[in-house]
């Protein structure tokens, strides 16, 4: 395998090559913490809501109780069907997350809604 001029040259030229490459890269953090924090809010809002309609005390107790299985079901890393199986192994997870998306579709509420934005501003800041 044939080596680069860098290589040749030894490790002082080495070190200055990505010393150079280092330099000349310009990020723009500030635009990549908010295209972060945006991304993290479109993600974080639907379990946040969930996290608040069980907080909720007007949230039935059998609704708490299958939301609270299906997140375990979700974050847990055994399955019924394990995800490497193709196509089928990620059935039961949809189940899952469909008995989440109904449940929150009929109880959530305005308020829930609310303390969720709340809480979902306070973790996650639109600096702009």
Known sequence: MPMSAAQAAGP???TSLTAE???SAVVDETLLVRLLRR????IARPAIQCFEMLLDGGTPHQARLTVLAALTYLLLPL?????????AGFSDDMVALTALLGLCSRHL?????ERAQRRLDKWFPLNR
């Open 12 to 14: 002082a030229a080495q």
């Open 21 to 23: 490459v280092l330099e």
């Open 39 to 42: 991304a993290g809010r479109t």
């Open 79 to 87: 399955d019924i069907i394990p995800d490497f199986i193709p196509a």
């Open 109 to 113: 509420t305005p308020h829930i809604r």
